[in-house]
């Protein structure tokens, strides 16, 4: 059972930054391909960005605004997000999966999420 925590989230303007980040409890925390998601009150669960051996891949639209990165020896998964809108307001959670998928469906365990508040 791996057990995620997000941190990180809170209230910020337009055009700044914010970086998330999910530590996990596993040991195995490496052999786990990492996700983030958002979901914005009334839509469905958005996938974000993934991590996985050897790569990355973002959705379009967060490409070029957000980064993710992981750090295996301390079992934590991040997420730089820079020229944040209005838009990018939503819950923030994060994901595991033995699979390298964009498909919240295929992830096992979720974090409990942090809020991200951009105003205008």
């Known amino acids: 059972q791996v057990q995620l925590v997000e941190s990180g989230g809170g209230l910020v303007q337009a055009g700044g930054s914010l970086r998330l980040s999910c530590a996990a409890s596993?040991?195995?925390?490496?052999?786990?391909?990492m996700g983030w998601f958002r979901q914005a009150p009334g839509k469905e669960r958005e996938f974000l960005a993934h991590i996985f051996w050897g790569g990355t891949y973002y959705a379009d639209a967060v490409k070029g605004r957000f980064t993710i990165s992981r750090d295996d020896a301390k079992n934590t998964v991040y997420l730089q997000m820079n020229s944040l809108k209005p838009e990018d307001t939503a819950a923030y959670y994060c994901?595991?999966?033995?699979?390298?998928?964009?498909?919240?469906?295929?992830?096992?365990?979720w974090g409990q999420g942090t809020q991200v508040t951009v105003s205008s």
């Open positions: 994901a595991a999966s033995l699979y390298t998928t964009q498909d919240p469906r295929r992830y096992d365990y």
């Open positions: 596993e040991r195995t925390f490496s052999r786990y391909s």
